[in-house]
């Protein structure tokens, strides 16, 4: 009886190599789940531990999180604040700052997360994702403490309660 010979690995590469490749396949019609690195998408998205399904760009509007190559030349996936003509200003729902691009710089639209190890994607165009949007995109001008309160407290109530 042969045996499965078949191992999984995992390997690391720089999101300035990985990214552009990444573009290729969804210009090409393609679409592609990639693990979030990072924090700036906190509190409801995790680094390591969530998924973006990203598609062909669709018509982004203010509100949609989208992938994007910033001024400075790095690739986000940032929530869209602003368009104005062919700027746009992109934030993280975990950062207190805003990024900017080029409209023609949108490289992906994002489908939905996979979201606490579930198999079911949660839709950026469905009700629970346009509810949490509302809700936080208008807490902005307090967000400073809310974040404070995620990091130093809830997580490590989450950790305590886990461990």
Not at 72 to 82: D, P, W
Not at 129 to 155: D, E
């Amino acid at each position: 009886m042969p045996q499965n010979t078949n191992r999984t690995s995992e390997i690391r590469i720089n999101n300035s190599i990985f990214i552009p490749e990444v573009i290729k396949l969804i210009k090409e019609g393609h679409t592609v789940t990639l693990t979030l690195k990072g924090f700036s998408m906190r509190p409801f998205l995790e680094d390591g531990r969530d998924k973006a399904l990203l598609v062909q760009v669709k018509n982004p509007k203010v509100g949609d999180p989208v992938l994007a190559k910033t001024s400075f030349g790095t690739y986000v996936l940032h929530r869209i604040i602003k368009i104005e003509g062919d700027n746009v200003t992109l934030r993280g729902d975990g950062n207190l700052s805003d990024e900017s691009c080029k409209y023609q710089d949108i490289c992906a639209s994002i489908e939905g997360f996979y979201r606490k190890g579930r198999t079911k994607l949660e839709r950026t165009d469905g009700m629970k994702w346009k509810v949490y949007s509302w809700i936080w995109t208008r807490l902005f001008p307090i967000r400073r403490w809310l974040l404070a309160f995620y990091r130093r407290i809830w997580i490590k109530i989450i950790n305590e309660q886990t461990s």
